[in-house]
């Protein structure tokens, strides 16, 4: 049996964050776990996926919130902490994949066989590429990138000891609008492959 490996990937809005999870996925040929995953643990407590996406990644509301005796009252607390048991239990269980967000650095923190990747970009390239992938304009892709990455920054240190895109949070840190996505995979590649000599 090959060796566990688990890449958590977080990144920057319009950084090619997911494109370069998929591509490492595909290279590895392992399953990735993105907004998907929030599905798999809907089907496994036989709830409504489509109900809770809503939900899905966003930090809770702390003045429509209580906490009585351990349990949350959020919906957003108790699905965040549905996917982290998840991906907890897949990693004990010896299972391998890609992890796009969701704490995945701080929640599986410990496993020697976790490897954490930040990919961050220049403004102005995150920009163009979320003005062609949602065909909008700059100004509003702008906006976009700003609210989301606000939203996943909050999200992520109510959840987690380390900031969001703190490079020492990470394995690797790395600006894919350097070189661009295929070439920035390569080089994450080949740092995942020299640690697991």
Known sequence: MEKQLIISLGREFGSGGHIIAQQLAERYKIPLYDSNLLRDVAVEKELNAEKLQKY????KNVLFTRT??????????????MQFDYLKSKADAGESFVIVGRC?????KGNPNLISIFILGDMEQKIVRTMERNNISREKAQKLIEQQDKKRK???NHYSEGKWGDSRNYDLSINSSKLGLDETTRIIAEYIDSRRK
């Open 56 to 59: 899905d990644e966003n930090p």
């Open 68 to 81: 009585v005796r351990g349990y949350s009252s959020s919906p957003e607390e108790n699905i965040a902490r």
């Open 104 to 108: 995945a650095e701080s929640v599986l």
């Open 154 to 156: 909050t999200y992520h």
